[in-house]
């Protein structure tokens, strides 16, 4: 089943320190539930993120793979946000 999928790094490694994994079939409800500091936390680094945009993207079945990703090379962060 495709998802979407946030995934945070820190200090260059290759494993996440947090991945948030939301099934694609309850995407439409489930933009509720990426947590609040998560995107305030973006929305200060200058990135808003438009549920209702991946919502869309995320029906076409043809868009899969990196929607974005965000280095912070001050911090050594990576979020990687991906439909797959």
Do not use: C
């Not at 029906?59 to 911090?75: A, D, P």
């Amino acid at each position: 089943m495709a998802s979407l999928k946030i995934r945070t790094f820190n200090d260059g490694n290759t494993e996440p320190k947090t991945t948030i994994s939301i099934p694609l079939k309850i995407i439409r409800y489930a933009k509720k539930l990426i947590p609040k500091n998560f995107t305030k936390a973006l929305q200060e680094k200058g990135i808003d993120i438009d549920t209702d945009m991946i919502v869309e993207l995320s029906q076409n079945k043809e868009i899969r793979g990196t929607i974005v990703e965000i280095e912070n090379h001050q911090k050594n962060e990576k979020i990687v946000i991906a439909i797959e």
